[in-house]
Nanobody, 124 residues
Framework: QVQLQESGPGLVKPSQTLSLTCTVS??????????WSWIRQSPGKGLEWMGA???????YYSPSLKSRTSISRDTSKNQFTLQLSSVTPEGTAVYYC????????????????WGQGTQVTVSS
């Protein structure tokens, strides 16, 4: 059973960089054919795919967030990390990590394992 767990600060000030880590257990992030993804959901809105990293370390980003987003990994710890710079209050959301079948995740059907989500509030 694969499990994912997000960790990071729950409160970030505007203009700062948000950093979240996803720790994976029960499976390796170097497993072929999966996309290790970050998705967020703002209050009252649908899922927003942010980006993904593959088993080989290739990265893909949402065009709307690409300039501010970086995803990296630590294979020795079986973790992958999201960094989102210059955050604004619009970045207040529940952030999820997931193991996806596709590069872009638009629905829950496109990933088989999800973290429980972590609430991040952007406020001064």
């Amino acid at each position: 059973q694969v499990q994912l767990q997000e960790s990071g600060p729950g409160l970030v000030k505007p203009s700062q960089t948000l950093s979240l880590t996803c720790t994976v257990s029960g499976g390796s992030i170097t497993t072929y054919s999966y996309y290790w993804s970050w998705i967020r959901q703002s209050p009252g809105k649908g899922l927003e795919w942010m980006g993904a990293i593959t088993n080989s370390g290739s990265t893909y980003y949402s065009p709307s967030l690409k300039s501010r987003t970086s995803i990296s990994r630590d294979t020795s710890k079986n973790q992958f990390t999201l960094q989102l710079s210059s955050v604004t209050p619009e970045g207040t959301a529940v952030y999820y990590c997931a193991r996806a079948y596709t590069i872009v995740v638009r629905s829950t059907r496109e990933a088989d394992y999800w973290g429980q989500g972590t609430q991040v509030t952007v406020s001064s």
